[in-house]
């Protein structure tokens, strides 16, 4: 998918001021259980896309969950985005392994953020029970919407309350 989207954030108040660099935010998010996962997705850009000042965004995606902060680590690592949000959802196939890979998700998600310094978000969601089933498909896409707006803003959030900080 790897698409990029950008509007620039401006300082229009006066002529000779510099522009401000929009911020650069990517989504890295897992193929598995895509249309559920894509709802985050889509929600998150409309929320970009509805901010004052929307961040330039790029889509990656990656086979699963477990990929997710290899990938983040990179982008953070190399200087292409100012913030990583993660989107992904693990299930429970009915073996344990599902809880093994999703705090090692969010370990590594927490790992690449404190060693980086780039700021990293969750939308990788681990339900209690899920079945292939319309009604629980139905149930998370419906919530995966409801994530990908607060990821969304809450990245914003922080991106405004960290530029006090500096570069």
């Known amino acids: 998918m790897n698409q990029t989207l950008s509007s620039p954030r401006s300082t229009s108040s006066a002529a000779a001021a510099p522009a401000v660099r929009p911020w650069r935010v990517a989504i890295v998010a897992a193929s598995w259980h895509r249309d559920i996962v894509q709802q985050a997705i889509d929600a998150a850009l409309a929320e970009f896309r509805q901010s004052t000042s929307p961040p330039e965004l ?6 699963g969950a477990f990929e997710i902060p290899l990938y983040a680590q990179r982008l953070a690592k ?3 985005c100012d913030a990583v949000i993660a989107c992904g959802l693990v299930v429970d196939g009915g073996i344990y392994r599902h809880d093994f890979v999703a705090s090692a998700v969010i370990d590594g998600l927490m790992r690449v953020q404190l060693d980086t310094g780039v700021p990293v978000f969750s939308a990788v969601l681990t339900p209690l029970r899920f079945h292939e089933i319309p009604e629980h498909q139905q149930f998370f896409a419906e919530h995966f919407v409801k994530k990908g707006q607060e990821v969304a803003r809450a990245c914003l959030q922080t991106l405004s309350a960290s530029a006090h900080f500096g570069p």
Request: net charge negative; glycine share 12%; no cysteine.
């Open 78 to 80: 190399a200087g292409l």
């Open 58 to 63: 790029a889509v990656h995606d990656v086979p």
